[in-house]
Every structure is written in structure tokens, then in C-alpha cells.
């Protein structure tokens, strides 16, 4: 499986930042303060009911998601979200101001072999912002549609002099996400998920768990099951 690619897809740059300007005022602070440095915000468009912070991504197998309100004010995004035919949980613009950087660290319960994936939309950005999967730089340009396995390090930092706004869409994996992937080369017609513990030492897969475990989830805590069952 590739850990990154393009989608094919391409949407209006232009109508995107023109909605985004109609949300600007709702900026809130992500609330993960140990990920980052400088101002790391965003705007919730799809989020779980009866999550503490309005930005938490939530878990589409234990929460129920509601579309926020702003949806209805913005409504060539709708249309670009509705065109991901798949489940989907959270849904958020995510902004980092010049100077700011998230830090490198791994989303554990974003696997596709798990039923979930995480894919990136750039509504606004520069060619300034560095974003590293992996120790590979991924150029992400406005309106295009990236999958990456951001269940391996990633970090970004923006070195240019305006703001990175991306839409961020987690979904579940379906049918029809299943056969995009296939269709763009990110995984073979009949490739079958690997073993989370074959490439890991013991430290290693004992921090995996033991932070999978802090998490608390029902995915994470599904994960580690099956972790433990393997060792």
C-alpha cells in the first residue's frame, strides 16, 4: 500500500477560499497544545455529538456526527464534501499561521486496513509550507484531494508568509473507497492488511499499545486488542 497520493480530483481554489472567508470569524484553537507550536485553528463543518472541544475528530464507529450549521451558508464546500462517497466523521477547516509548526507525530487510529483514512483538501496555502510524511515532503496544491497514512510520522510547518487552510475530511472506508484507492494505484486489487506487529521490536509495539491505550477510544482500544492477541 502507498502511504500517500493524489486523488483525482480538482476543485474550485477560487469558490473554496470565497466560502472559507464567509466562516473566518469561528477560528478556534486546536486543543491538542502539546502537537504544535504557534496558532494551530479550526473551523468544525461535520462534528461528534457530546465531544468536549468542537474540533475533536471523534470515532465514526462510537459517535453520531451532525453537520454544522455554516454548512448551509457555503455551499460549493458542501458539494466538494458530498463528492467523497463514503461515511464520513469529522469534518473541519484546519488553519496553521506563518511561523507555527505540528509537530512530527503518528494518528494511530487512522489505518485504512482499520476503516478509516483521513484525506486533505488545500484551500489556501504558499509554496513555503513543508509538509513531511515519513521523511518525504508532500506539495499539496489548492483544490486538489490527497490521501495520506497519517498513521506514520507527519508533521507540517509553515515557513511562508500566509496562512495553510486545508479542508480535512475523515471518513470511513467503504466499497467506493475501496475501489478509488484500487483505481489510483494506492493499493493492489487483492492486497490484504499486514500484520501491525511484524515490522516492530517489543519497545516498540509495547509504547504503540501503551499509547493507544492512553487514547481510550473504542478504535484504539479495539486496535490494541488485536495488537496483544499477536504478540
Given at each position: 500500500?502507498?502511504?500517500?497520493?493524489?486523488?483525482?480530483?480538482?476543485?474550485?481554489?477560487?469558490?473554496?477560499?470565497?466560502?472559507?472567508?464567509?466562516?473566518?470569524?469561528?477560528?478556534?484553537?486546536?486543543?491538542?497544545?502539546?502537537?504544535?507550536?504557534?496558532?494551530?485553528?479550526?473551523?468544525?463543518?461535520?462534528?461528534?455529538?457530546?465531544e468536549?472541544?468542537?474540533?475533536?475528530?471523534?470515532?465514526?464507529?462510537?459517535?453520531?456526527?451532525?453537520?454544522?450549521?455554516?454548512?448551509?451558508?457555503?455551499?460549493?464546500?458542501?458539494?466538494?464534501?458530498?463528492?467523497i462517497?463514503?461515511?464520513?466523521?469529522a469534518?473541519?477547516?484546519?488553519?496553521l499561521?506563518?511561523?507555527?509548526?505540528?509537530?512530527?507525530?503518528?494518528?494511530?487510529?487512522?489505518?485504512?486496513?482499520?476503516?478509516?483514512?483521513?484525506?486533505?483538501?488545500?484551500?489556501?496555502?504558499?509554496?513555503?509550507?513543508?509538509?513531511?510524511?515519513?521523511?518525504?515532503?508532500?506539495?499539496?496544491q489548492?483544490?486538489e484531494?490527497?490521501?495520506?497514512?497519517?498513521?506514520?510520522?507527519?508533521?507540517v510547518?509553515n515557513?511562508?508568509?500566509?496562512?495553510?487552510?486545508?479542508?480535512?475530511?475523515?471518513?470511513?472506508?467503504?466499497?467506493?473507497?475501496?475501489?478509488?484507492?484500487?483505481?489510483?494505484?494506492?493499493?493492489?486489487?487483492?492486497?490484504?492488511?499486514?500484520?501491525?506487529?511484524?515490522?516492530?521490536?517489543?519497545?516498540?509495539?509495547?509504547?504503540?499499545?501503551?499509547?493507544?491505550?492512553?487514547?481510550?477510544?473504542?478504535?484504539?482500544?479495539?486496535?490494541?486488542?488485536?495488537?496483544?492477541?499477536?504478540?
Amino acid at each position: 500500500m502507498k502511504s500517500y497520493a493524489q486523488l483525482p480530483f480538482q476543485f474550485d481554489s477560487v469558490q473554496l477560499y470565497q466560502e472559507l472567508e464567509v466562516c473566518k470569524q469561528n477560528w478556534t484553537r486546536h486543543f491538542n497544545t502539546a502537537y504544535y507550536s504557534g496558532e494551530w485553528s479550526g473551523i468544525p463543518l461535520r462534528s461528534p455529538k457530546g465531544e468536549s472541544h468542537e474540533l475533536s475528530a471523534g470515532h465514526a464507529d462510537s459517535q453520531k456526527f451532525v453537520d454544522e450549521a455554516i454548512l448551509e451558508s457555503i455551499p460549493y464546500t458542501r458539494s466538494v464534501i458530498e463528492q467523497i462517497k463514503a461515511p464520513k466523521s469529522a469534518v473541519r477547516y484546519l488553519r496553521l499561521t506563518p511561523g507555527s509548526q505540528i509537530k512530527p507525530h503518528k494518528d494511530y487510529d487512522l489505518v485504512f486496513w482499520d476503516g478509516f483514512v483521513r484525506l486533505h483538501i488545500p484551500v489556501t496555502t504558499n509554496d513555503r509550507v513543508k509538509f513531511m510524511l515519513n521523511n518525504q515532503q508532500l506539495k499539496m496544491q489548492q483544490g486538489e484531494c490527497w490521501f495520506a497514512d497519517f498513521s506514520q510520522v507527519h508533521s507540517v510547518e509553515n515557513l511562508g508568509k500566509t496562512d495553510r487552510v486545508h479542508l480535512v475530511i475523515d471518513c470511513q472506508v467503504n466499497e467506493w473507497m475501496r475501489s478509488l484507492f484500487i483505481k489510483t494505484g494506492i493499493i493492489e486489487p487483492h492486497e490484504e492488511a499486514p500484520s501491525e506487529m511484524e515490522n516492530y521490536d517489543d519497545p516498540t509495539k509495547q509504547k504503540i499499545i501503551e499509547q493507544l491505550e492512553a487514547m481510550g477510544t473504542d478504535v484504539a482500544l479495539e486496535i490494541v486488542e488485536k495488537m496483544r492477541s499477536e504478540l
